[in-house]
């Protein structure tokens, strides 16, 4: 008997996956001060990569995670590795394992993505610092962590609702 | 059991997460982070990130488009209801800007002349690049911008990027279509600068901040609020005068800059194909005395009290030595034929 993940096509959750951590990531590097007064970008890739890893676990193997972060590192300019091995480490720490995968309540998942964010900064301010050989600027990160925390839930709230009306699956499952 | 040591099994979508993959992808991002390193950075990582940056650029370029067309729509319609006032004040200007106009043209034509004399070269405003803006990240590590632009159309690393209003930052990474501009304020810039009113030096320090910090300017610095800061050249990497910002004093008494390229999105701008200044090349012949031992002379004269200055050179050098007096024999006969600007001082 199929499960309602296998309902629909997968290549159309794959095109999403796709499209939806392309698009974060062009985001991150968009030039943004060119719209007046919007000059902070909350992680929209990590908040892409949290979302597919925990939802469709097979879109977002470590290798994936791992060519993500480092696309990140190239396009906005950092030390290659930076955000790679930030990502990488910090949603194999904290991504949900076992047998129901995501829960399908807002709070756990804002929780479990607030210490991802902490995770990966944390990795991140550590690697930059080491690969500048000087202490990297703090303040961006902690405006990054802020604005992230601020906008993740509306993301999140809008894959968990069309979770639960689709069963288990996301989009096209 | 084996494969349970080997691989994971994750919830119902069968997903294996290889522990060696993800060691081995741990050890590669480490290896990467150690030597990518912005201040010792290998000729094939730079290529690599440079070839990146290339085919990034046209991608970005895209989204940026719809982005600056956003950026219009706030600034047209605040705009309309200011268009009288504002067409007002611009006739005036435009006045006052003919009287200029017409100062220009002179001194650009007295600086004709004096380049000719000289026999200098300045980089005339068309030879400048124009680029667009294409990717403007804000990461806690760089402070940078990608423009759409690189060494196909003769951008270079090092030359020096400007906007309407000032200095924006200098070229670091260059690919065929796109290059990479570190801006001033970014964690690793230096920039030798002076204050326009007193030509008092400093190093312009880039510290993540709006506004980047002064730097070795002295014990005393002859720096005012409010004094223009400019470019020094004194690294021969940069231009002499490109406008940078207005100092400003902070309360632990030290001084930054207000960046004048600020005033404006840094949206397009100019890239000054500006050719480093190279220490001059010692000539093969050591013993050319005529223009080595005269300015010695010169100073040995100049520095006794009550010297006179004309016939001082010859005298000098012939109390010095032999060698040196037959130098001085040449120079005064140089003197009767003048090489250069200095001894036309002299017979003067």
């Known amino acids: ?173 | 059991m084996a494969s349970r040591r080997s691989t994971r099994h994750d919830g119902e979508q069968g997903i294996r997460f290889s522990r060696t993959l993800f060691i081995a992808l741990l050890v590669v991002s480490g290896a990467l982070i150690a030597f990518d390193r912005p201040a010792s950075r290998s000729a094939p990582f730079a290529s690599f990130r440079a070839g990146f940056t290339d085919v990034s650029a046209p991608l970005l370029d895209l989204v940026a488009k719809p982005l600056r067309a956003i950026k219009n729509i706030g600034p047209y319609w605040r705009r309309q209801g200011e268009l009288v006032a504002e067409n007002d004040r611009l006739l005036q200007q435009l006045t006052e800007a003919r009287y200029w106009e017409d100062l220009a043209y002179r001194q650009r034509d007295r600086i004709e002349v004096y380049e000719d004399v000289l026999d200098v070269e300045s980089a005339a405003i068309e030879d400048r690049i124009g680029a667009w803006t294409v990717a403007d990240p804000r990461g806690p590590f760089v402070r940078a911008r990608l423009i759409g632009r690189g060494s196909d159309a003769g951008i270079r690393n090092g030359y020096p990027v400007i906007n309407l209003y000032g200095l924006v930052g200098r070229v670091y990474e260059t690919g065929r279509r796109s290059a990479r501009v570190l801006l001033l304020t970014d964690l690793n810039s230096r920039v030798p600068v002076m204050a326009d009113r007193s030509n008092a030096r400093a190093i312009l320090v880039g510290d993540n901040s709006e506004f980047p910090r002064l730097d070795y300017v002295g014990r005393a610095p002859d720096i005012q609020p409010g004094d223009r800061i400019v470019s020094s050249g004194d690294d021969g990497i940069l231009p002499r005068g490109l406008p940078v910002g207005e100092a400003v004093a902070t309360r632990d008494g030290g001084w930054r800059v207000r960046l004048y390229s600020d005033q404006a999105p840094v949206d397009f701008v100019w890239v000054w194909p500006f050719q480093r200044v190279t220490a001059p090349v010692p000539e093969s012949e050591p013993d050319i005395p005529l223009t080595e031992e005269a300015p010695v002379a010169d100073q040995a004269g100049a520095d006794q009290p009550g010297a006179e200055p004309a016939g001082d050179g010859p005298t000098s050098s012939e109390d010095a030595s032999p060698d040196q007096g037959d130098a001085a024999v040449d120079d005064s006969d140089t003197n009767a034929t003048p090489p250069d600007g200095t001894a036309t001082e002299d017979n003067r």
């Open chain 1, 1 to 173: 008997m199929r499960k309602p993940t296998d309902r629909n096509s997968p290549w159309l959750a794959a095109t999403g996956c796709i499209a939806s951590v392309l698009i974060a990531l062009i985001i991150q590097a968009s030039p943004t001060r060119l719209v007046d007064g919007l000059t902070i970008m909350p992680t929209w890739t990590l908040m892409a990569i949290f979302l597919w890893a925990n939802v469709r676990p097979q879109f977002m193997p470590p290798i994936a995670v791992f060519a993500i972060g480092l696309t990140q590192d190239l396009l906005t300019g950092a030390p290659m590795g930076v955000w790679a091995l930030a990502y990488l480490v910090s949603i194999s720490v904290f991504r949900f394992r076992g047998e129901d995968g995501m829960p399908r309540d807002l709070p756990p998942v804002l929780l479990r993505f607030g210490a991802t964010l902490l995770l990966a900064h944390g990795i991140a301010f550590a690697a930059g610092s080491f690969a500048l050989e000087q202490m990297a600027d703090l303040q961006p990160l902690v405006i990054e962590i802020v604005a992230s925390i601020l906008m993740f839930p509306l993301p999140a709230y809008l894959v968990l609702r069309r979770r639960r009306s689709r069963g288990s699956g996301f989009i096209g499952g």
